[in-house]
């Protein structure tokens, strides 16, 4: 059985001229689904419409919101990375926030009760083991398994204009890879969404009734800079292109700048010695109890680095060679799920080179490259 899919608007505009216009910015096309039916949204501080926040945006309209479930950070995205939050109450509406991160990661059939149709609108940047995508699964297969429709209102991945990263082996399946794609897929969600339908990805290939509302104007290849962070720790352009790079260090006794002012931007470690920039992490909101609270770190600052179009390897590989010439554990447990298998981690400790990594991951992006061309929407 092929994937079950209304596209709310013809991927023809995309070739119209003007601005880019998100998904959720066009109300008007979607509104008619929404009448007479009570609502449950996706969301959290992206999820918004000309600055105001799609659920006041929908109230306005009369449409009837009953409940909001919250990814990692919250619905408010102040939460740390990999915290744990409770269910609560909007202060500003009411609406009850049940949450979808911590023990309950898919929304339960209490959860759904009462629910006629979800609306997932989040802002993704376009990396595997960036959750939301994760959540985007667990939401599809709930409604899959309740006969509930999801309409995904499509925004912009800004690390949209490449693929890079080896493809993960499905043994290391976790929250941070749940899917056989590489770490940088290209994808948007609503691209993603109509790729976890076709490729059966859902439990026991179930299939979600899904509703896409596209961009229009959206291009890939144009870059794009987000107008709110879309966690904690990603606070601008720059850390949000060199995450896919700096992620793999969650996995390693270095930090990548949290409890400082240039999450994801600088890497250091007070073990290391041949750097050329020093940081102290220290605990704040967003990064409470950081790596290496309170100590010196020498590292290195690529807040004005550029990146090429790809993953880069040459920091991680240099100071797994600091670490090792001292006999210093380098590497943790989490780091295996960061990369999708033990593959990289044993190339590294091989003594592999960037090239020689990158050029082993060649045939697993063309096969995924294929794969997923018949998913996109945009150009």
């Known amino acids: 059985m092929g994937f079950i899919l209304v596209m709310l608007f013809s991927c023809q505009a995309q070739q119209s001229s003007g601005n880019m216009i998100t998904g959720a910015a066009q109300v008007n096309s979607y509104l008619p689904l929404l009448k007479g039916k009570n609502i449950a949204v996706v969301a959290n501080q992206t999820s918004v419409v000309d600055d105001i926040h799609l659920v006041d945006t929908l109230l306005a309209r009369s449409v009837a919101i009953t409940k909001v479930f919250a990814p990692e950070h919250g619905f408010r995205g102040a939460a740390d990375a990999g915290a744990a939050f409770g269910h609560t109450t909007d202060l500003k509406t009411g609406i009850p926030i049940l949450s979808l991160y911590g023990k309950t990661k898919k929304p339960t059939k209490a959860f759904l009760e009462g629910v006629d149709l979800i609306i997932f609108d989040i802002q993704d940047v ?110 601008n352009s720059q850390s949000v292109s060199l995450y896919p790079s700096l992620c793999f260090f969650e996995g390693t006794d270095v930090s990548v700048g949290r409890g400082t002012l240039k999450q994801f931007q600088v890497i250091g470690s007070p073990k290391l010695d041949s750097c050329s920039y020093v940081f102290t992490p220290i605990s704040r909101d967003g990064a409470k109890f950081p790596k290496h609270e309170n100590a010196v770190c020498c590292g290195w600052n ?78």
């Open 302 to 379: 690529l807040s004005s680095f550029k990146p090429e179009d790809g993953i880069h390897l040459d920091f991680l590989i240099e100071c797994y060679h600091q670490y090792s010439s001292k006999g210093v554990a380098f590497f943790n447990s989490f780091f295996d799920k960061l990369a999708g298998s033990n593959k990289l981690r044993i190339q590294i400790e091989s003594g592999w080179t960037s090239n020689q990594i990158k050029d082993s991951w060649k045939v697993g992006l063309e096969h995924f490259k294929n794969k997923r061309a018949k998913y996109l929407i945009y150009p």
């Open 126 to 235: 376009g990396a595997r083991f960036y959750t939301y995508i994760s959540t985007l699964h667990y939401v599809m297969e709930a409604c899959a398994e309740n006969s509930i429709p999801l309409l995904v209102l499509d925004r912009p991945n800004p690390n949209g204009h490449y693929m890079d990263g080896p493809v993960l082996d499905t043994s290391y399946q976790s929250f941070v890879g749940m899917h056989p794609i590489p770490i940088v897929h290209g994808m948007t969600l609503a691209e993603y969404a109509q790729m976890i339908n076709g490729e059966f990805w859902l439990r026991d290939s179930l299939q979600c009734m899904l509703k896409l509302q596209p961009m229009l104007n959206y291009s890939r290849y144009k870059p794009y800079t987000l107008p709110i962070k879309p966690s904690p720790n990603l606070p």
